[in-house]
């Protein structure tokens, strides 16, 4: 079972810099695995950031951007903002199908 | 403006099975597929399955087949979800996703479901 693994936590101060991660267990994360990021704040639906890598969506704040980063996909956050903290989720394509990562719980202190 | 509505909460007993539908509307439906995840409470997000709207294909998650329909009416642009044989397990909210390209963008607002005796 392929499994994709996310740093379950992560704390940034407001302003500040983080880098999220997204790895595979089958290896190096490529760009045909076509990676999407979501933000998930509680008690709403996620929403889309970022898909295939590195392309925006119309409404994502130009400080999020994607990336592939050491064999894994990557989200960076540029100038943290107090609303920014999230749970946040990857996605990737293995195998012809979707999977998720396990997700991680932002922090902006 | 792009939007997807889903069926109100339900709650059935074990064993039993649920239908839960996604109204698309802002968009040619079906220029776009449609993806549900699965998010237990407390819990991460988990792929279901993917139906292609515009010929019925449809791929699953190796743990729902057998288990999940996916299934669309192009008349009145929604797309449909049945899980058979819930168990207490399945109690989670659903959520329809635009799909498309691999480019997962819009969400339904999902459907709570709730399994217990």
């Known amino acids: 079972q392929t499994v994709v693994t996310q740093e379950p936590s992560l704390t940034v101060s407001p302003g500040g810099t983080v880098t999220l991660t997204c790895a595979s267990s089958?290896?190096?994360?490529?760009?045909?695995?076509?990676p999407n990021w979501f933000q998930q704040k509680p008690g709403q639906a996620p929403r889309a950031l970022i898909y295939?890598?590195?392309n925006k969506h119309s409404w994502t704040p130009a400080r999020f951007s994607g990336s592939l980063l050491g064999g894994k996909a990557a989200l960076t956050l540029s100038g943290a903002q107090p609303e920014d903290e999230a749970e946040y989720y990857c996605l990737l394509l293995l195998g012809g199908s979707w999977v998720f990562g396990g997700g991680t719980k932002l922090t902006v202190l | 403006q792009v939007l997807l509505v889903q069926s109100g909460a339900e709650v059935k007993k074990p064993g039993a099975s649920v239908k839960v539908s996604c109204k698309a509307s802002g968009y040619t439906f079906t220029n776009y597929g449609i993806t549900w995840v699965r998010q237990a409470p407390g819990q991460g997000l988990e792929w279901v399955g993917w139906i292609n709207v515009h010929d019925g294909h449809t791929n699953f998650a190796q743990k729902f087949q057998g288990r999940v329909t996916l299934t669309t009416d192009t008349s009145t642009n929604t797309a449909y979800m049945e899980l058979r044989s819930l168990s207490s397990d399945d109690t989670a909210v659903f959520y329809c996703?635009?799909?498309?390209?691999?480019?997962?963008?819009?969400w339904g607002q999902g459907t709570p479901v709730t399994v217990s005796s």
């Open positions: 295939t890598t590195s």
């Open positions: 996703v635009r799909d498309f390209s691999f480019n997962c963008d819009w």
């Open positions: 089958t290896g190096a994360v490529i760009s045909t695995y076509y």
